[in-house]
Nanobody
C-alpha cells in the first residue's frame, strides 16, 4: 500500500515562494507518475501538476503554469513542488498522489481519479 508524506507548507506573503516535498513508500516510485493537488476551504480538491515517471514530462494547469515547478528525485523517492510568485488564491492544503498506472506521460490533463494514496497534506497560506 502506497504511503505519502507531504511537508514544507507554511505561511508566505504574496509574491513569495515555498518548497513542498512528498516522500513516497510502498510503491515502485521510479515507475510511477506523480501529481500535486490542492484543496481550498469550501472547494473540491483540484489537480494542479503532474510529472512522468522519468521526470522528462510535466503538465500544469493554467492557474499555476509559469509560477510552480514540479520535479522529482527517484533516488530519494521524493517529488517536489517549487511555488513562486504566490498569490492569496494559492491558499489551500496541498497533497501529492501517485498515478495508479505505471510509466505514463502527461501530454494533456490527466484524470484526477487516476491518482491515489493521499497523504495528510500540508497547509499553504498566502497573505496579501
Amino acid at each position: 500500500q502506497v504511503q505519502l508524506a507531504e511537508s514544507g507548507g507554511g505561511l508566505a506573503q504574496a509574491g513569495g515562494s515555498l518548497w513542498l516535498s512528498c516522500v513516497v513508500s510502498g510503491r515502485s516510485f521510479s515507475d510511477s507518475g506523480m501529481a500535486w493537488f490542492r484543496q481550498a476551504p469550501g472547494r473540491e480538491r483540484e489537480f494542479i501538476a503532474a510529472i512522468a515517471w522519468s521526470g522528462g514530462n510535466t503538465y500544469y494547469v493554467d492557474s499555476v503554469k509559469g509560477r510552480f515547478a514540479i520535479s522529482r528525485d527517484n533516488a530519494k523517492n521524493t517529488v517536489y513542488l517549487q511555488m513562486n510568485s504566490l498569490k492569496p488564491e494559492d491558499t489551500a492544503v496541498y497533497y501529492c498522489a501517485a498515478d495508479q498506472y505505471y510509466r505514463r506521460r502527461y501530454y494533456s490533463r490527466p484524470q484526477s481519479v487516476d491518482f491515489y494514496g493521499w497523504g495528510q497534506g500540508t497547509q499553504v497560506t498566502v497573505s496579501s
